[in-house]
């Protein structure tokens, strides 16, 4: 290994193999730090192993010659599999992050561990360990949904915890899950939850009244991602061990959508690592989470029927998304089990799952502060300005189809833009050549979907000043009054009143950050209305339609989702976040 290490130092220095270079033992000692007696052993050995070809100097003070044989990639690449072993790939995966190997290197050998090497692993292999291994480009530090609300870790976050009850889509039901049984009072502010006994968070200890109480009351006393669901909740009391009431200050008929969402995850009080090492009761629990890799285990004491996946093994490569090849799509979140923007020949290979996501990517126009909020010229303009056809066009990648509603189902058909209309509402807009700012995140092909925003509008002489930052750091910024203009996913659910109402109510979401006020207290009054979920989610795409109406967000794409596997997995079903639910998978003999 050691030999590794002083052969891509001379490479490094030197230069690229094939080149007879002039050189004394004194300046090689220099270069690998070591005394001259071992640089002559260094020497032997690099001659020995054919990487070298070595012409000592003939008489005092003439130099040596050196040529480099070998491409040091190459030889990276070679002992980081003779390193590799089926059950882990850790070691193989630091030495790889040790070197600075070129990224189409890098790419081609993730690309072989993957649909290669780990394939024909499994059929020789005895190991009774059912494992998923597959890449990705991010790690994934914050995994509590009280902090963090974006959909790799959401995805995530589905298999660690439970909620009270679930959403059953086909039946538009509620269905009991850590609690067996549920009633409320008449005027819907006081819930009664009767809970499941025998269920056991990841470190042993089972769940009780108290844990629900703290895992909503903790939404309301700390920064939360889900704090708008618990906006008019009053106090959460113990009955007994397993039954636990929670009282509104107002009417509160839709808690059960609340209940079901990631907000309404159990945590028990007393852990303190919750956000990289959490603790819940879901059918994964966290074994390791770090910058280089997230390891799930089956909880072998879930309460409900155990996954196949005995484990679950993601290794994140955040630099070679940035670093993609020509011709690769360059977003980020698109495959699950082939998680990694770089088809590859052995693609070729697999079965392939796509679905259109359900979501879209979301550009909003500040209805609350700003020359925006009073301008509905300039708005207009903006919109007639930004054609998602020529932005999938010209980007590529995963964005696969125009967007105009937050559902699709709820799309008729897309508005005609015209830029003469453009010019002719900027030119009667009060707009006067100030620039406008856009905020959005890094990641999720943002950062070329705000460059295309920015050009486009430069064209037609509306000046745009982006800004980057780090998802977390967004969200704390005061974005009613710092930004004009917000870009990001719009994430949806299964459960349509929860798609409407987290976009719209949310404090994750980047779209409620913009409303205008008479809209947020209309939204607010349906939310406490007795009405079924039914009817309101229809009064919510009402007022969706006239917020479009008056361009007061463009909904730009949908992205085409996709998932690679090999023949032998069998249970492939994405969830509305376009991941693969590991929970399903199973694998074929």
């Not at 100097?57 to 002992?79: A, H, P, Q």
């Not at 039954?243 to 059960?256: A, G, Q, R, S």
């Not at 207009?380 to 699709?408: D, N, Q, V, W, Y």
């Amino acid at each position: 290994m050691k030999l590794l290490e002083h052969y891509d130092v001379l490479v490094r220095e030197l230069g690229p193999s094939g080149q007879e270079l002039p050189i004394t033992v004194a300046e090689m000692a220099a270069l690998l730090s070591c005394s001259q007696r071992n640089v002559k052993l260094i020497i032997r050995k690099l001659q020995e192993r054919g990487w070298i070809q070595w012409k000592p100097g003939k008489g005092r003070g003439n130099r040596s010659t050196i040529v480099l044989n070998k491409n040091i990639d190459t030889l990276i690449i070679e002992e980081a599999k003779r390193r590799m072993t089926p059950a882990s790939i850790d070691e193989s995966m630091q030495l790889l992050k040790k070197y600075q190997v070129q990224p189409s290197v890098q790419r081609e050998y993730i690309d072989w561990i993957f649909h290669s090497y780990l394939g024909k692993q499994r059929e020789k292999t005895t190991d009774e360990l059912s494992r998923l291994h597959f890449p990705s480009y991010r790690p994934l530090p914050v995994l509590d949904p009280r902090d963090v609300c974006r959909r790799s870790e959401n995805h995530i976050m589905r298999h660690i915890y439970n909620q009270l009850v679930t959403y059953d889509k086909e039946t538009n039901t509620y269905l009991p899950q850590l609690a067996h049984q549920w009633e409320h009072n008449a005027d819907y502010t006081m819930w009664r939850f009767y809970l499941q006994k025998g269920v056991r968070f990841h470190h042993g200890r089972e769940m009780a009244a108290e844990d629900v109480c703290y895992s909503f009351r903790r939404h309301r006393e700390t920064p939360s991602a889900y704090r708008w669901i618990v906006e008019d909740w009053k106090k959460a009391v113990t009955v007994n061990t397993f039954t636990v009431d929670i009282h509104f200050t107002k009417p509160c008929p839709f808690l059960l959508s609340l209940a079901a969402s990631l907000g309404g995850s159990i945590v028990p009080e007393e852990h303190h690592d919750r956000q990289q090492l959490p603790i819940g009761t879901g059918p994964f629990r966290v074994k390791e989470n770090s910058k280089n890799k997230l390891l799930l285990e089956v909880f072998k004491d879930y309460f409900l029927r155990r996954p196949f996946l005995d484990e679950v093994i993601i290794y994140f490569f955040p630099k070679l998304y940035d670093n993609p090849a020509a011709g690769s799509p360059s977003y980020e979140d698109q495959m699950n089990f082939y998680h990694y923007p770089y088809s590859g020949s052995r693609l070729e290979q697999l079965e392939t799952y796509t679905k259109v996501d359900r979501g879209s990517k979301l550009l909003t126009l500040n209805r609350k502060s700003g020359i925006l909020a009073d301008d509905a010229m300039l708005r207009k303009a903006i919109f007639h300005f930004l054609s998602p056809e020529k932005m999938i066009a010209e980007l590529g990648g995963t964005r696969f189809s125009t967007a105009s509603r937050l559902l699709a189902e709820s799309e008729r058909e897309n508005a005609v833009r015209s830029k003469s209309i453009g010019r002719s509402c900027l030119k009667n807009s009060s707009y006067a050549g100030e620039p406008l700012t856009l905020f959005s995140y890094a990641g999720a092909g943002n950062e070329a979907d705000g460059k295309w925003i920015q050009k486009e509008l430069k064209r037609e002489g509306i000046d745009v000043v982006l800004t980057f930052f780090p998802y977390e750091e967004l969200l704390r910024l005061p974005l009613s009054v710092k930004a004009d203009m917000l870009l990001g996913e719009q994430l949806t659910d299964d459960n349509v009143w929860y798609t409407y109402m987290s976009a719209l109510t949310g404090n994750h979401s980047l779209l409620a950050h913009h409303l205008p006020g008479e809209t947020e207290a209309e939204i607010a009054a349906k939310s406490q209305a007795g009405e079924n979920e039914t009817d309101t989610a229809a009064a919510l795409r009402k007022i969706e339609a006239r917020l479009v109406q008056a361009h007061s967000f463009i909904h730009l794409y949908r992205i085409k989702q996709f998932a690679f596997y090999p023949s032998y997995v069998r249970g492939v079903q994405m969830n509305p976040l376009g991941w693969v639910d590991y929970t399903k998978l199973w694998y074929q003999s």
